[in-house]
């Protein structure tokens, strides 16, 4: 079983909005002549790093549920401007959708087992036209 990383995407509103907020940050990296990856910047490195990149995601909580999942590419340590130590989490650029599953808030990220992450989007098992809110409080009512 893989492990995963579950962290808040703060400001964003929906998949789509994260969609939109990557896509403009890797224009700017292709822009400024830098590589064009995909990463997302943290204080610390996960001391299982080696686990994580066995197959694992970073689940992403928007709007108080997990929603949509990236697989992890890699971890690059690097040292800001300040002198200050970060870590670079390397994401492929495809979202992936999955079940909205409620969580509360918490701070920086948390690993997470794969007995505990949400599935992937049943395509055509609801209509997708529905809000995402509106399917997670059906499912949480058991009416889906």
């Known amino acids: 079983m893989a492990l995963h990383l579950m962290k808040l995407s703060v400001g964003i509103h929906d998949i ?3 969609a939109e907020v990557q896509a403009l940050r890797r224009r700017r990296s292709e822009a400024a002549g830098d590589p064009i990856t995909l990463s997302h910047r943290t204080r610390n490195t ?3 790093a080696a686990e994580l990149l ?3 995601s970073i689940y992403w909580v928007i709007r108080g549920r997990i ?3 990236q697989k992890l590419l890699g971890f690059e340590g690097e040292v800001d401007e300040e002198g200050r130590k970060y870590c670079r989490f390397v994401l492929d650029p495809t ?6 599953w409620p969580h509360r808030a918490f701070q920086g990220w948390r690993y997470l087992d794969s007995k505990d992450a949400p599935p992937d989007w ?3 098992k609801v ?3 529905m809000p ?3 399917i997670a409080e059906l499912r949480e009512l058991g009416l889906i």
């Open 67 to 69: 929603r949509v999942r």
């Open 95 to 100: 979202l992936v959708a999955t079940e909205p």
């Open 132 to 134: 995402a809110e509106m």
């Open 122 to 124: 049943p395509r055509g």
């Open 127 to 129: 209509d997708e036209d």
């Open 16 to 18: 789509d909005h994260l």
């Open 46 to 48: 996960p001391r299982r």
């Open 54 to 56: 066995e197959g694992g």
